[in-house]
């Protein structure tokens, strides 16, 4: 089955800074690959998602780049705040006879100190 | 629109017993997927609902098992809880089914004493 790592498992910024954090799958039929944002206490919310037709996307300070070719995304957040601490997940589906199961990987501690 | 409720919020049973949860979708949202979230396995699916018809499960025992109504409402039922059973259920309505965006609900948290 399918195999997501995700890379850091914590990662601390400053205010400002930029975070990035990658994700590596191993099903090449995987064509849709969404980040979700969980808060304590909260469930998991989707902050940006790319399928497998498109290399880039960009909403405001947060953006998600895939590389189908190797088997990788990444999540860019640009000029972090506090209020962007949090744990990241990325995950992974193939939608096809998967339906809408994700396999996600194991998370990101983002921290950001002001 | 109203996001994905789940209820209870919070739940404390024995080892043994059993227990149902609810997830109510978004309006208009036919797909209904649960999850078991814990610390040392993280996110992990156990089955999604579309039309009433279970259409994939994960790995887990048959004491899992779910069902959907014609409202598009879940349920899923843990029975002979284990004290491994402590989780948080997440449940995610879409609107369809093949890879859709997905939508979560709060959570339920499960704790087996």
């Known amino acids: 089955g399918e195999n997501v790592e995700q890379h850091p498992s914590t990662l601390s910024v400053q205010e400002g800074d930029s975070a990035v954090i990658k994700c590596t799958y191993s099903d090449s039929a995987s064509n849709y690959f969404p980040w979700y944002k969980q808060e304590l206490g909260k469930g998991p919310q989707l902050i940006i998602d790319i399928r497998s037709n498109v290399g880039e996307k960009k909403d405001q300070r947060i953006a998600v780049t895939l590389n189908k070719t190797a088997k990788h995304f990444s999540l860019h957040i640009t000029e972090t705040q506090p209020e962007d601490s949090a744990v990241y997940f990325c995950a992974v589906s193939d939608g096809g006879n998967a339906g809408n199961m994700l396999t996600f990987g194991g998370g990101t501690r983002l921290m950001v100190k002001p | 629109k109203a996001g994905v409720t789940q209820t209870p919020r919070y739940l404390i049973k024995t080892r043994g017993q059993q227990v149902t949860l609810s997830c109510s979708p978004i309006s208009g949202h036919r797909s209904v997927s649960w999850y078991q979230q814990t610390p040392g396995q993280g996110l992990q699916f156990l089955f999604e609902y579309f039309s009433e018809t279970q259409r994939n499960k994960g790995n887990f025992p048959g004491r899992f098992s779910g069902r959907q109504f014609s409202n598009s409402r879940s349920e899923m039922n843990v029975s002979t809880l284990e004290l491994g059973d402590s989780a948080l259920y997440l449940c995610?309505?879409?609107?369809?089914?093949?890879?859709?965006?997905?939508?979560f609900g709060p959570g339920t948290r499960l704790t087996v004493l």
């Open positions: 995610a309505s879409s609107q369809q089914s093949r890879a859709d965006t997905q939508y």
